[in-house]
């Protein structure tokens, strides 16, 4: 019987990914023009031109990275009380699997909160 399913494994580092493209996408260009280093921002656009396609799509960035932590909440709430093996040594790793899926869904959600906050609602605090 297969207990812990690649499923439990993937989806919260494929979460922690998106969220924090959504960092890259929108915090990160706003703390640089914030901190007064845009030469910084102008550096790494010029390094990496992919940015500005991201910040061009950030909605569907953080519409798809939304969906990705609305998923993997559901499912990690649903299997919460799932059965972990009998034997010790597989029931310590279903435990720690599990400690460790909380806590990356956690740095994700923070992570989408922040890239969020910079992304549509800074504008709107700091604007003078």
Do not use: D, H
């Not at 996408?25 to 703390?31: N, Q, V």
């Not at 007064?36 to 656009?45: E, S």
């Not at 950030?58 to 993997?72: C, D, N």
């Amino acid at each position: 019987m297969k207990y812990i399913s690649n499923k439990s494994l993937i989806l919260p580092f494929l979460n922690l990914f998106t969220s924090f493209g959504t960092i890259i996408c929108c915090a990160l260009p706003a703390l640089f023009v914030s901190i007064g280093t845009g030469a910084a921002l102008a550096g790494l656009i010029s390094n990496v031109p992919q940015l500005v396609t991201l910040s061009k799509y950030k909605g569907e960035v953080f519409f798809i990275a939304g969906l990705f932590l609305l998923f993997t909440g559901i499912y990690q709430w649903r299997i919460r009380s799932a059965p972990c093996p009998t034997e010790p040594e597989l029931a310590r790793t279903c435990q720690r699997i599990r400690k460790i899926n909380k806590y990356v869904y956690l740095l994700s959600l923070m992570f989408y909160l922040i890239g969020f906050f910079f992304a549509f609602l800074a504008s709107k605090f700091f604007a003078t």
